[in-house]
């Protein structure tokens, strides 16, 4: 009988429509059944386009801040930074289920279109501050407008067919957290070019006028030309009448676990994940869980991702390693090409055997040492030191990258094709809020001429 009920499901699943964009892409993964690195390097260019704005700014806000002069004391500084920091997620929490919403009902690609757009007007408008309140409001607008990450999550798993899902979330978390590797290091190279290439830009130049134009700029001259590729995106969203969708997001949501369960199993799971268009989504334990653990996570790693350059370049009597700029650089390249290889080579084959839930739990497990451990990395020296922070480096951008992708999977697993994009907004608007609060408290922390311990910080978020 549940043998019946799945063939019938199947049948079903074959029926498509001409003018429906979501069974188009359903009808080519039916005949393409090869690795679609088309539509990967889709989801790639714009997963980074995603990431790079969002820390670009963090190696020269401090200067910028500075240059404003609205600081009366130097210590104030940090206080500024921080809230132009958390302006960009403070705008994103204020409208990802918008957006979301708005990807449900109109698809996916107009959607990733508008979210291009803003980062090529308000991040280079950014980079032409002139006051506080101009790059506070530019942060903000390019917050509420960039609505891509959450949708190209949803965009991800429906593009692709069952068995190379957890390919194309892994891209969007790895092009992801190479985009947080390759922003602060855009910012910090290109930042103040009449000063660091006299030779090439002159200080009556427009970036001369402009110090931290010419990052701003760069990183939006990639969306000009990811907005151009993403001309010819393929849209996903089955826009066809309400019985058919329903019907076509009762099958995706089972679709994934027919697979893994008996017949028995598989009627009750039918019969019990069967979740119609307009169920409540903040009454989904299984996305609320996940939404959950994401948001915690989050404030950990945003927490990380700004505290780490500051302690590195620290000096070593306030618990830093003393690096130069360039050494903060080398650490991030080589955990940046470390976090690709495993991405792309050695992640998929790893879920498809333990799975997501279980991979996600043994990455979370492993950071809390590897987190508690960096404290005492400070107190190494020499070609040691070196090694280890590389080491260190690459493990727990691997753990990051890992965990966050299985979190995406089992998002996107909780709930049918019409509400993906909602769900993600939600999932974006709670994990933006939590992040808002780590800019603020990095860079309060932060004063002339010392930083918050960096062995504070990590023991508080390990223990957490």
């Known amino acids: 009988m549940a043998r019946t009920e799945n063939n019938a499901l199947l049948e079903k699943k074959k029926e498509y429509f001409e003018n429906c964009p979501g069974c188009k892409i359903d009808r080519l993964n039916e005949e393409q059944r090869g690795v679609p690195y088309r539509n990967l390097s889709y989801i790639w260019t714009v997963s980074l386009c995603t990431a790079l704005p969002i820390s670009s ?22 206080f500024y930074a921080g809230f132009v920091g958390s302006s960009f997620m403070i705008g994103r929490a204020l409208t990802s289920f918008f957006w979301g919403w708005l990807a449900d009902r109109y698809g996916r690609k107009p959607i990733i279109l508008i979210g291009i757009s803003s980062v090529v007007l308000f991040n280079a408008l950014f980079g032409l501050s002139t006051s506080l309140w101009m790059a506070l409001s530019m942060r903000f607008l390019l917050g509420c407008f960039n609505s891509l990450l959450g949708t190209i999550r949803a965009y991800a798993s429906e593009v692709c067919r069952e068995e190379y899902r957890s390919v194309a979330l892994s891209v969007v978390s790895t092009s992801r957290g190479i ?109 609320m869980s996940v939404i959950i653990v994401y948001c915690v996570f ?12 500051l302690w590195a370049v620290s000096d070593k009597k306030y618990g830093g390693l003393s690096f130069s700029s360039q050494n903060v650089g080398e650490v991030l390249a080589i955990s940046g090409f470390g976090l690709l290889l495993f991405q792309l080579l050695l992640y998929p084959p790893i879920e498809k055997i333990l799975g997501p839930i279980t991979v996600t739990r043994i990455s979370a497990a492993v950071s809390i040492p590897l987190l508690a451990s960096y404290p005492y990395i400070a107190m190494l020296s020499g070609i040691t030191l070196h090694l280890v922070i590389n080491c260190a480096s690459i493990l727990r951008n691997t753990l990051s990258v890992t965990l966050v992708t299985g979190l995406f999977i089992l998002q996107n697993n909780a709930v049918p094709q019409s509400q993906r994009a909602a769900a993600n907004g939600i ?28 062995s504070q910080v990590m023991k508080w978020f390990s223990s957490y």
Not at 58 to 64: A, E, S, T
Not at 179 to 205: R, T, V, Y
Not at 298 to 309: D, K, M, N
């Open 57 to 78: 700014l963090f190696p020269f806000i401090y200067f910028m801040i500075r240059d404003f002069h609205i600081a009366e004391i130097e210590e104030d500084i940090g």
């Open 298 to 309: 989050s404030l950990q790693e945003i927490a990380y991702a700004e505290t780490f350059s």
């Open 179 to 287: 985009g947080m590797i390759i922003g602060p290091a855009i910012g910090g190279f290109l930042a103040q070019p009449a000063e660091k290439f006299p030779n090439l830009f002159a200080e009556s130049s427009i970036f001369g006028r402009f110090p931290y134009f010419l990052p701003c700029l760069v990183i939006s001259v990639y969306a000009v030309g990811v907005l151009a590729a993403c001309w010819w995106l393929p849209e996903t969203l089955h826009m066809h009448d309400k019985k058919v969708s329903e019907r076509c997001d009762s099958f995706d949501v089972v679709e994934a676990s027919s697979e893994e369960s008996d017949e028995k199993e598989y009627v009750t799971e039918v019969k019990e994940r069967k979740i119609s268009k307009n169920a409540n989504l903040l009454r989904n334990w299984p996305l």
């Open 427 to 454: 999932s974006m608007t709670a994990m933006s809020v939590f992040k808002a609060f780590g800019p603020v408290g990095a860079f309060l922390g932060h004063k002339s001429d010392k930083f918050l311990p960096f």
